[in-house]
């Protein structure tokens, strides 16, 4: 485990270079096996359509979540919530206005 | 930043942490609710102490941005929930309330009430009705709770869960209420067949069914300590699933702990990021298993996925094939800030 997590902190550094992040943007799974983090193709499709338009690590941290989940994420079908599927909780986690 | 390279020397990774932290004082209620998830009554003693509360407060993380207090009914706790939202004010915490409004029948025990909390510090609070609770609770205490409390300038909302032949709607209610142009205060979902539900309701029908569910937002961001002194990594909307407990006998020391461990943990790793639906789905391509067509909820596809033996009894299999994939996933998004 301590030497998964130490790849992905290499990855992460590499990341701030802007040359490797655009190789990223190409091949996400070439790069990140370079650092010894296996990615599925399937994931890797949804992560290139997600970074598509992004330059720097940055400028992908500064979207937030909403990057990955509109561009790429999970399917999002009207569950009849318009809130993702939960329950009505009796409170807790539900944002009051979304 | 700093914590996070902390993490990295030790050799812990920092992924999802908690934003939410529940915590149901009670599962007593005055209310027999047909679809109630805790299956709550006034003859339930399910309830957490005080100092234990207080203690579970004092020990939550800084990544915490609300505490939440909800049952069964918090307000059976009495001025004792005046100081468990103090403590959880004092430490920086929003905090919120959850409640069925029984209390609403005079104005002026609406005030008092209401009044003890906002010199407690309360931000928040959440009124569950609908149909169900219209039985025990009528439109006239929620309207008084309502707008009592908006005058006191806490944000407020009401619950409400719907099935497809319901009467109140989220229009109905925001038009009884009074409010204006839109209805965003009001937050409606489908029924979900959990708790007791799943034996009273079982011939609802639901909005609607749903072919493909989502992720689930709530476990490991959100978890709860039960009032059965469980520590859950959700809402514990199904309690009473091994796989969701962190702790089963919960102690404030071991919180972060408990905590930390979770966040490893593959199988909550995966029902955040995907949902229950998508390790149904998983468990069904690859084992060749029928997984039910109509789920109405994650709630629902949980309790699908860990309480029908069929099912479940693959779980360990798609973590031990699957597991390391969904990590990966995660630490990935963790590094592009978009989990």
């Known amino acids: ?98 | 930043m700093l914590r996070s390279l902390i993490l990295f020397f030790l050799g812990v990774s920092d992924m999802i942490k908690p934003t939410h932290f529940a915590i149901h004082v009670t599962y007593a209620c005055p209310l027999v609710c047909a679809h109630c998830c805790f299956s709550s009554t006034p003859e339930n003693t399910d309830s957490l102490h005080i100092d234990h509360i207080i203690e579970t407060i004092n020990a939550l993380d800084s990544s915490i941005k609300m505490v939440g207090f909800t049952g069964g009914e918090p307000f059976l706790l009495g001025k004792k929930l005046n100081d468990i939202v103090r403590a959880a004010s004092n430490k920086g915490f929003t905090t919120r309330v959850i409640t069925s409004a029984y209390f609403g029948k005079h104005d002026f025990i609406v005030k008092k009430k209401l009044m003890d909390l906002y010199h407690s510090g309360l931000n928040e609070l959440t009124i569950s009705w609908d149909e169900y609770h219209k039985k025990f609770i009528p439109f006239e205490y929620i309207y008084s709770v309502f707008w009592t409390a908006k005058q006191l300038g806490f944000t407020v909302s009401i619950n409400m869960v719907k099935e497809k032949n319901s009467v109140w709607t989220k229009e109905k209610l925001g038009r009884e209420l009074g409010l204006r142009d839109n209805y965003d205060e009001i937050i409606e979902s489908n029924l979900n067949l959990n708790g007791r539900a799943e034996i009273e309701l079982h011939d609802a029908i639901p909005i609607e069914s749903v072919g493909k569910l989502t992720p689930c937002s709530y476990v490991l961001a959100g978890p709860t300590l039960s009032a059965k002194n469980k520590l859950l990594a959700c809402c514990g909307v199904i309690p009473e699933t091994s796989a969701l407990i962190l702790d089963h006998d919960f102690k404030s020391e071991n919180l972060n702990q408990r905590l930390q461990e979770a966040s490893n943990n593959p199988l909550l790793n995966w029902l955040h990021q995907y949902g229950p639906y998508d390790i149904l789905q998983w468990i069904s391509l690859h084992y060749n298993v029928d997984i039910p067509k109509n789920i109405n909820g994650n709630c629902e596809a949980c309790r699908v996925l860990f309480h029908t033996p069929d099912i479940a009894c693959h779980i360990q299999n798609a973590i031990n094939d699957r597991g390391l994939e969904v990590m990966n996933e995660v630490n990935i998004l963790n590094i592009l800030d978009w989990l």
Request: charged letters at 20%.
């Open chain 1, 1 to 98: 485990m301590n030497t998964l997590n130490q790849s992905f902190q290499r990855l992460r550094h590499a990341l701030q270079d802007e040359n490797i992040f655009r190789s990223f943007q190409s091949d996400p799974i070439a790069l990140s096996a370079k650092y010894g983090v296996e990615l599925t193709p399937e994931f890797a499709k949804k992560l290139k359509l997600g970074l598509q338009n992004i330059n720097t690590l940055e400028h992908a941290q500064l979207l937030g979540k909403s990057g990955f989940r509109m561009e790429c994420g999970p399917e999002q079908p009207d569950d009849g919530t318009g809130r993702g599927g939960g329950y009505a909780l009796p409170g807790i986690g539900m944002p009051i206005v979304d």
